[in-house]
């Protein structure tokens, strides 16, 4: 069964607005940690932001931040005011902790291309 | 500071043909993994290490084999390879601190085709 969820393949955005991608995960541990990653066509992975499971409040980093909904299972990542730049595949990831204490692997959902327009 | 360090770049092989894919850190990561990135499939994760002697599968380890002997270093090795394994690898690592951020380095990737 698929861990990480990201449900829109595409999305486009005019520059300046915002946007929200969607990511739902599936775990019953309950120490975990949802990432953002960006990939831009040059293809290396960039980190965008961070929310541990249990963090009170939503992370931000910048422009970028976390819709992060324990109950309902979601982490979105919302774009404020889009540029052209980050016209990109987005990939939401989580990470479980072993019952050791110790991380464990972090996987992947397939990911979100987004087309910021001019 | 080189960070994530993956090499080769491109590769092209033959069915049937080995070749390792290297990786190093620097920054005295416990935690390494390797993934393949194809159209429309995110990136699976192949293997992962939680320290040197420690390897692990992934989603998708069948056709590769991993070692850590130390910190630093965790190659994979393609022991006969299929044109189903033409992807592009990264390599990526990480602290393994429960609570911390623990964000993954990604290395630059590597090409491969297998004709």
């Known amino acids: 069964a698929q861990k990480i969820t990201q449900t829109q393949p595409g999305m486009f955005v005019q520059e300046k607005e915002a946007v929200t991608l969607d990511c739902t995960y599936d775990?019953?541990?309950?120490?975990?940690?949802l990432f953002w990653y960006k990939q831009p066509s040059s293809g290396e992975m960039i980190f965008l932001i961070y929310q541990g499971s249990y963090d009170q409040q939503n992370a931000t980093e910048g422009r970028y931040s976390l819709n992060f909904q324990k109950a309902r299972k979601s982490a979105n990542l919302v774009i404020s005011a889009s540029q052209l730049g980050d016209s990109a595949m987005y990939f939401c990831?989580?990470?479980?902790?072993?019952?050791?204490?110790?991380?464990?692997?972090?996987?992947f959902g397939k990911g979100t291309k987004l087309t910021v327009n001019p | 500071n080189a960070g994530v360090t993956q090499t080769p770049k491109f590769q092209v092989l033959k069915t049937g043909q080995s070749m390792t894919l290297q990786c190093a850190q620097d920054?005295?990561?416990?935690?390494m993994s390797w993934y393949r990135q194809d159209p429309g499939m995110g990136l699976r994760l192949i293997h992962y290490s939680v320290g040197a002697g420690i390897t692990d599968q992934g989603e998708v380890p069948n056709g590769y084999n991993v070692s850590r002997s130390t910190t630093e270093d965790f190659p994979l090795r393609l022991l006969s390879a299929a044109p189903s394994q033409t992807s592009v690898y990264f390599c990526?690592?990480?602290?393994?601190?429960?609570?911390?951020?623990?964000?993954?380095?990604f290395g630059s990737g590597t090409q491969l085709s297998v004709l």
């Open positions: 990526a690592s990480s602290y393994s601190n429960p609570g911390a951020s623990e964000k993954l380095f």
């Open positions: 775990t019953s541990d309950p120490s975990y940690g």
């Open positions: 920054m005295n990561h416990e935690y």
């Open positions: 990831a989580m990470r479980e902790l072993s019952s050791q204490g110790g991380s464990e692997k972090l996987v």
